[in-house]
């Protein structure tokens, strides 16, 4: 069975931190690369991180550099997107996704897990 299984979303005050998981079954974890997207109200969704599972290598949108940071624990496939110093742009559904390393294509998509920073 496939699936991205995201925790962690709540509420957070401006420069608080959040941590987000996202639990991933074997078949994804083990072959796909990793991302975080989120997509704010009347807006559209919007890339935050990537974590390249052969290189090892993150990526990450300007808007959330020197804040957010991704990780990847192997013995628990999850992957976490820890936000510090959150501000009130930072609020959004946040999406977990896995990407074939092939094809660059995002195939498999969490069900979303929501953030809300207050002011």
């Known amino acids: 069975q496939v699936h991205l299984d995201e925790s962690g979303g709540g509420f957070a005050q401006t420069g608080g931190s959040l941590r987000l998981s996202c639990a991933a079954s074997e078949r994804i974890y083990n072959f796909y690369d990793m991302g975080w997207f989120r997509q704010a109200p009347g807006k559209e969704r919007e890339f935050v991180a990537t974590f390249e599972f052969g290189a090892s290598r993150t990526s990450y949108a300007d808007s959330v550099l020197g804040r957010f940071t991704i990780s990847r624990d192997n013995n628990k496939r999850t992957v976490y997107l820890q936000m510090n110093n959150l501000k009130p742009e930072d609020t959004g559904v946040y999406y977990c996704?896995?990407?074939?390393?092939?094809?660059?294509?995002?195939?498999?998509w969490g069900q979303g897990t929501q953030v809300t920073v207050s002011s």
């Open positions: 996704a896995a990407k074939n390393s092939a094809t660059k294509v995002y195939d498999y």
